[in-house]
């Protein structure tokens, strides 16, 4: 039986941010991720909610919303979708998730609504009624959400809380990755999801043409980049988000500046570095292992050289290294602190992660040096720029890592830019031999699937297999070749059954279904025929040709069972006859196989 599933990226379709994807299967509607675009600042920056409905609450539209994470571009529209679009329904994230999300939407309110003046936006009792929402979930727990739909979370690395989503609806079934990473790092561990064979593997592809060097080959990079720069006296920005990479390089710096004895001060912005730690003491079973085993004698967040930034320190003089939020230069402290660093050369600025396009992080990286933030201000770069990936996301050898690891059937590429999307997908095809898309943004995606026929079997069809040598497993594929009669009654399973089983159940008679061959034999050995003086002979002494033919079979074919009478051949259960016009073969289809494997044999020995 053929079905189909139906994606349909409302965002990160040929796009990073933004993230927002609709999915349809087996007649449930699940929309994964509601995120922002920080590309943008008008309409364009929340994902097009009206290509579910023109108008109206959207919570008879769809079964579920599931969040993978906190990140902004993942959650950012999320109380502007549930409260004044109109959505009751339940959202479903990890508990870390939960607990983060609103502090950081509230942070991104506060940025669009109290410095920017905006006044179309969701408010603080908004976020609070959004999140009451919410449903959180532990990973490996089997979550239903009807009698149809089931998901269940898997760790995913990339920041505190992140998971991916399987999600399963009767026969078919669909991975969401959101953002992951297959390499462990100095807090959290890598992604890991069991072989659950979905029909549907979405995932995210930032990096889909890079394979990143070694870890620690970029740590000793950064180290000597930050190094450098404070010994000639400048000032190093490290825009970052709150959570995650801010984490990675902190801890990476404290420990450089512990063993190096360095006095230059290191700041992180006022009052996330004690949040972050909070929520780190409280979910510290999602880090890594070395985290969880130090903890109980050092808090690896607790940091000596680490210090709460005022914004009067921008323009104290003398070096120092600065982590500000956010980490895309398009707002907030980081920003600010950009304005003030930009013109002198002696600074640096450190970009660790990916920019979406149309951030001023984007502008920079391309090598643009004056930018223009708004109609009154504009940057002279003359600051050092380097970009140092610590970007926690997968690469393109850990995305194809993980599509082998779960088995996919198909993959759709979300989250990423289409040039590079393109060159993951043919390879994806090339290697794999599966289907890969990458839908645009309201491009509709019909995926057909198989959907499998569940069959019962009888004890003796179980046994008779697991005896047989032609149902074991060859091919390492972990399938098994099973032979019996399928019997379908009203009201009942389909089942399996042996022949004999089927006669007595359903009342039939048995009926045997018999093939015979033939070869034409001369009568008399003559100049003018093709015939071998044996063979003709041979026609004149049925009993001479058979008893041949016995000692050929034997011969050539190890481990037959051969049995010669006088008037017949007997080969397994087929029969070899002869009269004066023909040599002939009779068989059933039990011993189809057999025949293929003899008639050969037989044809060359009568030299026909």
């Known amino acids: 039986m053929t079905d189909s599933i139906r994606v349909v990226p409302l965002g990160a379709g040929q796009d990073v941010g933004r993230s927002c994807v609709l999915v349809t299967l087996g007649g449930k509607n699940i929309m994964f991720d509601c995120g922002m675009h920080m590309g943008y600042n008008d309409e364009r920056r929340f994902p097009d909610f009206r290509y579910i409905a023109r108008s109206g609450p959207l919570t008879h539209m769809l079964d579920a919303v599931i969040i993978t994470h906190f990140h902004l571009d993942h959650c950012g529209a999320l109380p502007y979708f549930s409260e004044m679009v109109g959505y009751a329904g339940p959202i479903y994230m990890t508990y ?22 905006e006044t179309n936006f969701f408010t603080s009792q908004m976020i609070k009624d959004c999140m009451k929402k919410v449903i959180a979930v532990n990973l490996h727990q089997a979550v239903r959400v009807d009698d149809e739909l ?82 000639r006296g400048g000032k190093v920005l490290i825009p970052v988000f709150a959570l995650g ?6 801890i990476l710096l404290e420990t450089f500046w512990e063993r190096n004895n360095i006095k230059a001060p290191i700041y992180f912005a006022a009052g996330l570095t004690e949040k972050a730690n909070n929520y780190y003491k409280l979910f510290i079973t999602w880090t890594n292992q ?22 009067a320190y921008a323009d104290a003089p003398g070096p120092m290294v600065l982590f500000a939020t956010p980490g895309m230069l398009h707002a907030g402290l980081s920003l600010h602190v950009f304005k003030k660093w930009a013109p002198d050369p002696k600074n640096m600025v450190i970009l660790p992660g990916y920019c979406v396009a149309g951030t001023v992080g984007a502008k920079v990286l391309a090598g643009k040096k004056v930018i223009e933030i708004d109609k009154n201000t504009t940057i002279h770069v003359r600051l050092s720029i380097e970009h140092l990936s610590f970007s926690a996301h997968a690469d393109a050898k850990g995305i194809m890592q993980l599509i082998r690891q779960c088995g996919a059937k198909n993959v759709v590429l979300v ?42 079997l009888s004890r003796t069809v179980l046994k008779e297999s697991s005896l047989s040598e032609v149902a074991k497993d060859t091919d390492g594929s972990g399938s098994r070749l099973v032979d019996g009669v399928l019997v379908m009654r009203e009201g009942h399973n389909i089942k399996m059954v042996l022949p004999s089983e089927a006669e007595r159940e359903l009342g039939l008679a048995a009926h045997t279904l018999e093939f015979s061959s033939s070869l034409p034999l001369a009568k008399t050995a003559s100049a003018d025929t093709d015939m071998s003086a044996a063979a003709a002979a041979a026609v004149e002494d049925k009993a001479a040709l058979l008893s041949r033919l016995s000692d050929t079979l034997s011969s050539k074919v190890a481990g037959l069972d051969v049995r010669a009478e006088a008037d017949s051949v007997h080969v397994g259960g087929i029969t070899l006859t002869a009269d004066s016009d023909e040599l002939k073969a009779t068989w059933t289809y039990a011993d189809d196989d057999l025949y293929s494997q003899i008639w050969p044999i037989v044809c060359q020995a009568m030299q026909l």
């Open 150 to 231: 089931e998901i269940k979370a898997y760790y995913a690395g990339h920041v505190l809380g992140a998971a991916m989503f399987h999600v399963r609806v009767g026969n078919q079934s669909v991975v969401y990755t959101g953002d992951y990473n297959m390499t462990p790092d100095r807090h959290l561990g890598s992604a890991w999801m069991d072989r659950c064979r979905p029909d549907v593997f979405i995932s995210e592809s930032t990096y889909a043409t890079t394979i990143r060097d070694s870890k620690r080959c970029r740590e000793r990079n950064f180290l000597k980049k930050v190094h450098a720069c404070i010994e």
């Open 290 to 311: 070395k985290i969880k085993k130090t903890f109980v004698e050092r808090n690896m967040f607790e940091f000596a050289h680490i210090k709460p930034f005022e914004r």
């Open 245 to 250: 990479r801010a984490q990675e390089l902190c």
């Open 415 to 456: 989250h990423g830019e289409k040039k590079k999307m393109d060159f993951l997908k043919e390879r994806v095809q090339r290697e794999f031999g599966i289907n890969c898309f990458n839908p645009a943004n309201g491009q509709s995606l019909e995926i057909p699937t198989d959907t499998p026929v569940s069959i019962d």
């Open 96 to 117: 870390p998730t939960k607990a983060i999300c609103p502090i950081l939407l509230e942070d991104y309110r506060k940025i669009t609504v109290e410095r920017k003046g």
